[in-house]
C-alpha cells in the first residue's frame, strides 16, 4: 500500500505530511498583514478628509464664480448665503429691484443647498457676498477646515476670480 501512494504523488506519507504552511507560519504572516493595515488606515483618512476639503473649496469657488457671471448676464444681484453653524451654503437671487433686494433660492442645479462632507467645518468673515450686475462683488473669505489643515477661499472685489489657498494647521 506504501508503495502505490508513493507512485502518485512521489511522496511519503510522512513527507506528504510535512509539506505545506504550518498552523504558525499562516498566523505571522496574518498578523504582519493586520499590523500593515493598522499602520496605513490613519494616513488614508487623513488623504480623504484633505480631498473632500480641497473638492469642497473648489465647489464654493466654482459657485462664486458662476454667480459673478449670472450677475452680469441676468442684469441682477446675486448672493452666496453662508450657514457657518451649519456647514451649508446657497445660491441666490434678487427677485425684487427693491432696497434692500429680496432674495430667493436661485433657479437650477446651483441653486441648491449645498453641505460640507462629514469631518469638514466652513468659517469666515460674513455670512454672505453679494454679487452685482456691473461685476463687482463683496470681498469675502471662506474657510473650509479639517483637523489638520484646510484651504480658504477669497473674493477681492471688481472681476476678480476667486482664489484657493492652502492653510496649515501648526
Known amino acids: 500500500m506504501t508503495a502505490s501512494r508513493r507512485r502518485r504523488s512521489g511522496l ?10 504550518t498552523l504558525i507560519e499562516l498566523t505571522l504572516v496574518t ?6 493595515i493598522g499602520l496605513s488606515t490613519p494616513i488614508f483618512k ?5 480631498l473632500s476639503a480641497r473638492d469642497t473649496s473648489f465647489g464654493i469657488s466654482k459657485l462664486i464664480n458662476y454667480a459673478q457671471e449670472m450677475a452680469v448676464l441676468e442684469r441682477k444681484n446675486y448672493k452666496i ?26 433657479a437650477g442645479r446651483f441653486g441648491k443647498l ?11 468673515d460674513r455670512n ?3 454679487f452685482y450686475p456691473d461685476g463687482h462683488c463683496d470681498e469675502i473669505r471662506v ?22 489657498k492652502e492653510v496649515k494647521v501648526e
Open 81 to 106: 448665503a453662508f450657514d457657518f453653524k451649519n456647514g451649508k451654503y446657497q445660491l441666490l437671487e434678487a427677485v425684487s429691484p427693491a432696497k434692500p433686494p429680496v432674495y430667493k433660492k436661485a
Open 114 to 124: 449645498f453641505g460640507l462632507p462629514q469631518g469638514l467645518s466652513l468659517s469666515g
Open 12 to 21: 511519503t506519507p510522512l513527507e506528504a505530511a510535512s509539506a505545506g504552511f
Open 128 to 130: 454672505g457676498v453679494i
Open 31 to 36: 498578523l504582519l498583514v493586520l499590523i500593515l
Open 46 to 50: 487623513k488623504t480623504f478628509s484633505d
Open 143 to 164: 474657510n473650509v477646515s479639517t483637523k489638520s489643515g484646510g484651504y480658504s477661499v477669497t473674493v477681492k472685489g471688481f472681476g476678480n476670480m476667486a482664489e484657493i
